[in-house]
């Protein structure tokens, strides 16, 4: 099964609100990916958090990674139309970038 | 630089008939993936590669064969298709070289359906 749990599942807001989602593993985990997939494409790198406490701003996308290394979160800041898609948070399980996938978090943004 | 292409992009067949996916990447990476999209359950790893004519299974394997005959190229099969096999399958590929991030490319995927 999966080694990383994500939540929420679904998540709808109002363009300008936040948005937060939660990515929980029961180990520790060496690295943790983030990647979005807009509806109909397929899944985009964001970022890859590795230290523990790790911290990482791309614009209005805040990142953490936490001190234990077996959770992550990924914050939007006022979310835009653009925002529209899925998020999905991964660990590298075993080596050679063999990415396990959390179940994803979509994100709908209403005007 | 097309990056990672899968062909077909749209498939439908019969159950019992069989196919084969093409990944092609140009980016010489090392690594390569074959995952399934089903709604509610993200992506799986079903194989991957680490090289040229390596090949190893993923998570859910079992109805599937892959092959690796060039480094550029990742061929998924299906020998006898069946309805549970209809999922949206992404190829991805990722550099394996030290000193970089992990970070997967992904082809647009390519949508099976088995009736």
């Known amino acids: 099964g999966q080694q990383v749990m994500q939540i929420p599942q679904y998540q709808h807001v109002q363009e300008g609100e936040d948005f937060t989602t939660y990515c929980n593993s029961s180990t520790t985990l060496s690295n943790i990916q983030w990647y979005k997939q807009r509806p109909g494409g397929h899944p985009v790198f964001l970022i890859q958090?590795?230290?523990?406490?790790e911290v990482k701003k791309q614009k209005r996308l805040t990142f953490q990674f936490g001190e234990a290394k077996k959770n992550s979160s990924l914050h939007i800041t006022a979310t835009q139309t653009t925002d529209v898609g899925t998020y999905f948070c991964a660990e590298d399980s075993g080596g050679y970038n063999k990415l396990i996938f959390g179940a994803g978090t979509r994100l709908a943004v209403h005007p | 630089n097309a990056g990672v292409t899968q062909t077909p992009k749209f498939r439908v067949l019969k159950t019992g008939q069989s196919m084969t996916l093409l990944c092609a990447q140009d980016m010489n990476h090392e690594y390569m993936y074959w995952y399934r999209q089903d709604p509610g359950m993200g992506l799986r790893l079903i194989h991957y590669s680490v090289g040229e004519g390596t090949t190893a299974k993923g998570e859910v394997p079992d109805g599937y064969n892959v092959s690796r005959l060039k480094k550029q190229n990742f061929l998924l099969g299906l020998e006898s298709a069946a309805p549970s096999q209809t999922s949206v399958y992404f190829c991805?590929?990722?550099?394996?070289?030290?000193?970089?991030?992990?970070?997967?490319?992904f082809g647009e995927g390519s949508r099976l359906t088995v009736l």
């Open positions: 958090l590795v230290k523990s406490g």
């Open positions: 991805a590929s990722s550099s394996g070289t030290s000193g970089t991030t992990g970070e997967l490319f």
